[in-house]
């Protein structure tokens, strides 16, 4: 090898460990944080000095439609102005026909070349002779951007100058990734922590030590420690219990469980003890995170605030223990009242059988059927409301009722009752009370003024709702009322014991009472019409 060669090896052998200096200064600066514009100037420098030329990046605007300049060294600023926002595409100048095509565009003499010919004044005012485009490309095989060397006389880029230039476009194409990526990862961080520190629920991440690793403002007010799994100060400020009311030791809190592999959702409640002292119920969720290799290498825990849901179940239940307490009072009352009416019926019953003198008999015994109405009317009232103290179905009550009064007072073969109610009328147990004495009075008298000796006949009893009001029908098809009867009289002013006890039960429930003659069948028959509000 002769002088000149060695010399030129010398050279290239210098060239690329300038070239390499420079790739390995730009990675390290761009890894240490520093800005993308300021490791391309020094690539872009580098570029220049190994050329003997001008070099600029130009970089791809969001629009895909242009190109803006990123980076220069040694072109003038007019220049570079000039330059910025060039259009891509096969008829623009270099740079922007090797954006479009995705190859390197050479041009030996910007005089002679008609796509600069519009520029022609500028290259002659800025010693432009001859321009060098290369694309920058992602590994996508996304066009980025392009490297362009400008040089002061014509010339073409031999093989160093093209290795040149090719290390210096692969080293840009990797920093903008690298800067494209770390913007992307910090607006994720961004939106992922503005995410956290609005959630309404206390998140936190913990290591396999159990130290929390992050945490959002929530998760903050209940502990900035680590697990209370694994710290004692932390585990004395929450309590769980299981469901016999032992507590739950710290080995089994939600991310005890959690570092084990398990999923704890929704969750464990637990009592947590604030700084102030004051103690709140708390929901605890957590889930155990693994890395690729399915590894456990931490925790995530989610704290929600059930307090006010808890404290209301707590008040629920103690509502509905009372309940049932006053309930059984209440069933056990009834029991007793049913019990005075079997009582009062067997003193009224012995009474009857010493009672000698026919008025005081026809007294004693019109007392002795009340008392058995009564009690079949208790009876009825207790059963329906076993399960609900507060309200009933109305139909069932009544078809009860009717089958008692049925079986009681009713001989088939002379009298049938008909109970036409509608189901899902929803009744206070007191209204029905009253509702179930009138409905056995009027059945009662229907039973023993209505039909003669030979007579047979039908009462029907029939209820429904009518807008805001409830309306309860007691017909009959007998002989019907005497003369004068149709209208009503105030209680006390001559008519029986029977409508007299009506009457009053009509008050109590605020309602209306009417009768009329139906005219059944060719008898008048009678018809008691209640209107009352529900």
């Not at 992922?192 to 396999?208: F, M, N, R």
């Not at 991310?255 to 605890?284: C, K, N, Q, S, Y």
Request: net charge negative; proline share 4%; with cysteine.
């Amino acid at each position: 090898m002769d002088d000149h060669g060695a010399e030129r090896d010398s050279g290239g052998v210098r060239r690329s460990e300038r070239l390499l200096l420079a790739q390995k200064t730009a990675l390290e600066r761009a890894i240490g944080g520093a800005g993308l514009d300021e490791v391309l100037a020094l690539l872009v420098r580098a570029g220049a000095e190994q050329l003997g030329a001008r070099a600029a990046i130009f970089l791809v605007n969001e629009d895909g439609l242009t190109l803006r300049l990123g980076v220069a060294a040694g072109l003038p600023d007019s220049c570079a102005r000039a330059m910025d926002g060039s259009a891509i595409g096969p008829q623009a100048l270099s740079c922007g026909q090797a954006a479009h095509s995705g190859k390197r565009v050479v041009v030996e003499n910007v005089a002679l070349d008609p796509h600069w010919a519009p520029h022609h004044a500028l290259a002659r005012e800025h010693g432009i002779a001859a321009c060098w485009s290369t694309p920058i490309r992602a590994v996508s095989g996304a066009i980025l951007g392009t490297f362009t060397i400008f040089h002061a006389v014509p010339c073409v880029p031999g093989p160093p100058d093209l290795e040149t230039v090719d290390l210096l476009t692969h080293t840009v194409a990797l920093l903008i990734e690298r800067d494209r990526t770390e913007r992307e990862r910090q607006s994720s961080e961004a939106l992922l922590s503005s995410v956290l520190e609005h959630l309404p629920v206390g998140v936190a991440v913990y290591d396999a030590q159990g130290r929390t690793t992050r945490n959002n403002r929530l998760m903050r007010d209940y502990t900035n420690g680590s697990l209370p799994s694994a710290d004692d100060r932390e585990a004395s400020r929450w309590r769980a219990f299981h469901p016999d009311g032992r507590p739950v030791e710290r080995k089994d809190f939600s991310g005890a469980r959690a570092l084990r592999g398990e999923i704890v959702v929704p969750g464990m409640d637990f009592l947590h003890r604030a700084a102030d002292g004051t103690e709140h119920w708390t929901r605890v969720s957590a889930a155990p995170l693994r890395d690729g290799d399915g590894r456990i290498t931490g925790v995530v825990a989610v704290v929600s605030d059930i307090d006010a849901e808890k404290r209301a179940a707590q008040g629920l239940a103690a509502a509905l223990d009372e309940a049932r307490r006053s309930e059984l009072v209440a069933h056990e009352m009834s029991h007793r009242i049913m019990n005075s009416f079997q009582l009062l019926h067997g003193l009224v019953s012995m009474q009857t059988a010493t009672v000698t003198d026919p008025a005081a008999r026809k007294a004693v015994e019109q007392a002795f059927s009340r008392i058995q109405a009564m009690a079949l009317v208790q009876r009825r009232l207790f059963e329906a409301t076993r399960n609900d103290l507060a309200t009933l179905d109305a139909a069932d009550y009544l078809q009860r009722l009717g089958e008692s009064l049925t079986g009681a007072f009713i001989d088939s073969g002379r009298c049938t009752l008909v109970i036409d109610a509608a189901h899902g009328i929803p009744m206070p147990a007191a209204q029905a009370s009253s509702m179930g004495l009138i409905v056995t009075e009027l059945v009662l008298n229907a039973l023993k003024h209505a039909f003669g000796a030979q007579q047979q006949g039908t009462v029907t009893v029939r209820f429904e709702a009518c807008g805001n009001d409830r309306r309860l029908t007691v017909t009959d098809d007998g002989t019907g009322l005497p003369d004068g009867a149709g209208t009503m009289k105030p209680a006390g002013s001559g008519q029986g014991m029977g409508m007299t006890l009506v009457h009053g039960l009509v008050r109590q429930l605020g309602g209306k009472l009417e009768i009329d003659r139906p005219n059944q069948g060719g008898r008048p028959g009678t018809r008691f019409v209640l209107t009352f509000p529900a």
